[in-house]
């Protein structure tokens, strides 16, 4: 069984521009969720996806959004970077949108200078 | 929204100690996970226990829904459970974290 897998490990940007970050789900799982930790908190809820359809979306601007491929993969985009931005990005997945266990990639983490 | 709290939020402790992690949660849930996050950042599943009791090794669990609170326990403590546990809840499509506690362990 395939665990969930994250890419790039890391990243480097500056202000105001765009940055597209992937997430590989684990086999058998549909729901794929994105969280924002900053350094030294608890991860904060970006948006889910459930075959393919948002499902959910935290207090975060339109300037993130995202996309899930019949595949089950997903992909965070982040546009007009702003330094607060700069976090580690973990993506979760799951085979239900609340009532299971979300099994959490290790991230990516994204420096904006 | 929900909102969680856990204590403590550090916790220094000797190699073989024991410790209880809490997280209390303000209303009611279906999913209650505990987290250990490594240095390099990667969450590792260590309970999905919305309710009841689990063990795995020196660490168990126990959840009480209906007073919302929920316990990590660690034995024997080793160096190598040192991190941030993080407890987390849900009754909708998201998980909401605590904002952790910081565990050291020294040999």
């Known amino acids: 069984e395939t665990g969930v897998t994250q890419s790039p490990t890391h990243l480097i940007k500056t202000r105001g521009q765009q940055v597209t970050l992937r997430c590989s789900s684990q086999?058998?799982?549909?729901?794929v969720s994105w969280y924002q930790q900053a350094l030294g908190q608890g991860p904060q809820f970006i948006f889910q996806?459930?075959?393919?359809?948002?499902?959910g979306r935290g207090n975060f601007p339109p300037r993130f959004s995202g996309l899930q491929f019949p595949n089950y993969s997903s992909e965070l985009n982040v546009n007009a970077l702003e330094l607060d931005d700069s976090a580690l990005y973990l993506c979760?997945?799951?085979?239900?949108?609340?009532?299971?266990?979300?099994?959490f990639g290790p991230g990516t983490r994204l420096t904006v200078l | 929204g929900i909102q969680v709290e856990q204590s403590p939020p550090d916790l220094i402790l000797q190699e073989g100690a024991n410790s209880t992690l809490r997280c209390n949660f303000s209303?009611?849930?279906?999913?209650l996970q505990w987290f250990h996050q490594n240095p390099w950042g990667q969450l590792i599943n260590l309970f999905y226990i919305p309710s009841g009791t689990k063990q795995n090794g020196r660490l168990s669990a126990t959840t009480v829904a209906t007073e919302r609170y929920s316990l990590l326990y660690i034995s024997s403590s080793q160096t190598t459970d040192s991190g941030v546990y993080f407890c987390?809840?849900?009754?909708?499509?998201?998980?909401?974290f605590g904002t952790g506690t910081r565990l050291q362990v020294f040999p």
């Open positions: 979760a997945s799951s085979s239900s949108v609340s009532t299971d266990t979300q099994y």
């Open positions: 987390a809840v849900a009754n909708t499509d998201k998980l909401i």
């Open positions: 086999s058998g799982h549909n729901t």
């Open positions: 996806y459930y075959r393919e359809e948002e499902n």
């Open positions: 209303d009611s849930v279906n999913n």
